[in-house]
């Protein structure tokens, strides 16, 4: 028995084939272009850094967390140290100026210059480029005049390269521009 197809029907074919596994492509692409990293592995990285932390002979008296991402980290480390040391949240905002990226520090509610003489852990889940762990930096630095070698800078994942700054301490390491870490946070549950 001939199967006797003309080009529409074989046309429509391969579009319901399209149409059905585009999703499923899209997904396995969006997969395998992350590192997915769960719950289990996150608590097992945090781990990690605190030991990196204490073999580096770093005992913060505060700790410094970008909102969102570095937030959840600052307050797992902070557990591993006892929860006895305060942590402090600064909020950023990006923008393009004249096609130049820019980043805003918002540390408004905060009184930076009781920061000077303290030993910071500054701490951010993943650095892509830097810009705003540069920024917090240079503001310390520049502007309260706290001292680069009291600032420590802590992160779970960072860039191998295109990095602005480089962190004292940091676990898992990435290519920028190819797969990138996906933290539980960053994941949006779906129904």
Known sequence: MALNLNLDTILNIIGLAIAILSPILG?????????????????????VLHQKLIERGVEPTVILAFAKGGLIVADLIGQQFGNRIPICTIFTKRSLKNRERVVEI??????????????????????????SLQA?????????????????????????SVTLIQPDVYVYEFEYGKKRPVLPWGQVPRD
């Not at 997904?27 to 781990?47: C, F, P």
């Not at 509610?109 to 830097?130: P, R």
């Not at 005049?145 to 600032?151: F, N």
């Open 27 to 47: 997904a396995l692409l969006a997969y395998y272009n992350h590192y997915n990293y769960s719950w289990k592995k996150i608590r097992a990285a945090i781990k």
């Open 106 to 131: 918002d540390t408004s509610y905060l009184n930076l210059s009781a920061f000077k003489g303290k030993k910071i852990l500054l701490v951010d889940d993943v650095i892509q480029s830097g810009s």
């Open 136 to 160: 917090i930096v240079k503001i310390l630095t520049e502007q309260y005049g706290i001292k680069r070698k009291d600032i420590t800078i802590a992160v779970l994942a960072t860039t191998t």
